[in-house]
């Protein structure tokens, strides 16, 4: 890190910063890749902090503060078109989108780690160089991580077994009078620990075991992060090419590697499952419609985790220039996988029926940049605030949804947050 600070001050201290230059400065550093870079955000005093670590590829990226907002994808696109620069953020469940230009950004890919650091014009030049020198101190900042284990207390249950099962019912009941076809119910359940939990080391240890996922973070204050690590990509974007997914049916996942089989038997061959998974293509497909000129959708498969494994279908399609992750971001969130279809029918029904605001649950978070951009979405979530964690999970509904077979489900997709702090980890 002294390298990158180093290679960073030397920029700046040769920058002339002129007064009211509209445009922004982006000092780039690189060294070889170091190890996880969450001691480095856990060191860090400056938010909002962000941290993606995607699914698919070795590449990381963890960031703090903040030069530029946008309030929504739209102009977070403009500004990213103009400047080729990165932005970082997403929209909550309920589309309210928040982008911004960070102050400093760590990118770490196999080898290589970029530090880079943004400086606005518009600013006053003396506090933008200030801020500059500030940003580059705090690459020498660093704290080990800790254990998370401890013991927990339920708190606060927005639905008990009983009532989740009144509102599986409800939902069932609906969808036979043709209200709707699907709609994906959730929970939030709120925990209580003995000490105060740090996002960061919650993090690591999600990293360690729920491999095959997103993991991402966002604080935008110390008070509340937003952490967690979902298999679900809501699509990634190469210039024109878009690659996104159906993600939808479960079943559980154990120790048991026969049992495993049996269950995956089970849920490759299982109708209901199947059709949840395929209103999520259908809703993917007829929404993409408009803005692809060809559309793939794979053979069905699965995507096994720890706790869960589900049925996947990929979906890879070419866009209509000018290919634009805005007109992506409307047009296909929030996926039948975690709202329901038709999507407003669904909606109308989640609001007359949960009692707690999603938030960012169930949103989608990602960077954007000209050429690539990625989002995932923000299921296997948990809001930490000191030593209080609520940790969300949700469960398609269809024709033929069982409640206490629904309500196994959602358990079980909560577990995979929930049993970093009470067992034993490998
Ligand atoms: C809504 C969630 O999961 C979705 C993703 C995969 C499988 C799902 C299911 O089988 O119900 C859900 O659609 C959640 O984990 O909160
Ligand atoms: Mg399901």
Redesign the pocket.
């Known amino acids: 890190m002294e390298q990158l600070q180093h290679a960073l001050s030397e920029q700046v201290k040769t920058h002339p910063f002129t007064p009211q230059s509209p445009t922004i400065t982006a000092f780039r550093a690189e060294m070889p890749a170091v190890g996880s870079l969450l001691p480095w955000l856990k060191g860090q005093t400056m938010f909002p902090q962000y941290y993606l670590n995607f699914r698919d590829s070795a590449r990381c990226i963890a960031a703090i503060g903040k030069v530029r907002s946008f309030s929504s994808e739209i102009s977070a696109q403009e500004f990213v078109r103009q400047t080729d620069l990165l932005v970082v953020g997403g929209l909550t469940f309920d589309k309210r989108a928040t982008f911004w230009l960070p102050r400093m950004v760590l990118e770490q890919t196999d080898n290589k780690l970029y530090a880079t650091l943004y400086a606005d014009g518009a600013q006053n030049p003396q506090s933008e160089r200030q801020a500059a020198l500030d940003a580059i101190k705090t690459l020498s900042n660093s704290t080990a991580l800790s254990p998370v284990r401890q013991p927990l207390r339920i708190d606060t249950q927005k639905a008990d077994e009983n009532r989740w099962c009144a509102w599986v019912k409800k939902a069932v009941d609906a969808i036979e009078r043709g209200d709707f076809t699907k709609v994906?119910l959730?929970n939030e359940t709120g925990f209580v620990a003995s000490n105060p939990i740090d996002g960061k080391d919650f993090l690591a240890e999600s990293e360690k075991q729920n491999t095959g996922c997103y993991h991402f973070l966002y604080a935008e204050n110390p008070q509340r992060t937003f952490v967690g690590s979902?298999?679900?990509r809501l699509f990634a974007r190469h210039n024109g090419s878009i690659q996104t997914e159906a993600?939808?049916?479960?079943a559980a996942m154990s120790e048991d590697p026969i049992q495993n089989q049996r269950e995956a038997a089970w849920l490759l061959s299982d109708p209901k499952?199947d059709n949840?998974?395929l209103l999520?293509v259908q809703d993917i497909c007829d929404n993409l419609a408009n803005y692809v000129r060809r559309l793939d959708v794979g053979e069905v498969g699965l995507k096994q985790l720890r706790r869960?494994q589900?049925?996947r279908r990929r979906i890879q399609a070419e866009l209509k220039p000018p290919f634009s992750d805005a007109a992506c971001l409307q047009a296909i969130h929030p996926t039948?996988?975690?709202s329901g279809l038709p999507q407003k029918k669904a909606l109308d029904f989640l609001k007359n029926t949960e009692n707690f605001d999603r938030t960012w649950?169930?949103g989608t978070l990602g960077v954007m940049t000209k050429n690539h951009s990625e989002f995932c979405?923000t299921?296997?979530?948990a809001f930490i605030e000191s030593n209080k964690i609520r940790v969300?999970?949700?469960?398609?509904?269809v024709a033929g949804s069982v409640p206490l077979l629904?309500w196994r489900?959602?358990e079980r997709?909560a577990s995979g947050l929930l049993t970093l702090l009470t067992h034993h980890g490998e």
């Open positions: 994906v959730a979902t298999p679900e993600l939808a049916g479960t499952n949840e998974n999520v869960v589900h049925l039948a996988a975690v649950y169930a979405v299921i296997r979530s969300f999970a949700g469960a398609g509904i629904e489900e959602i997709k």
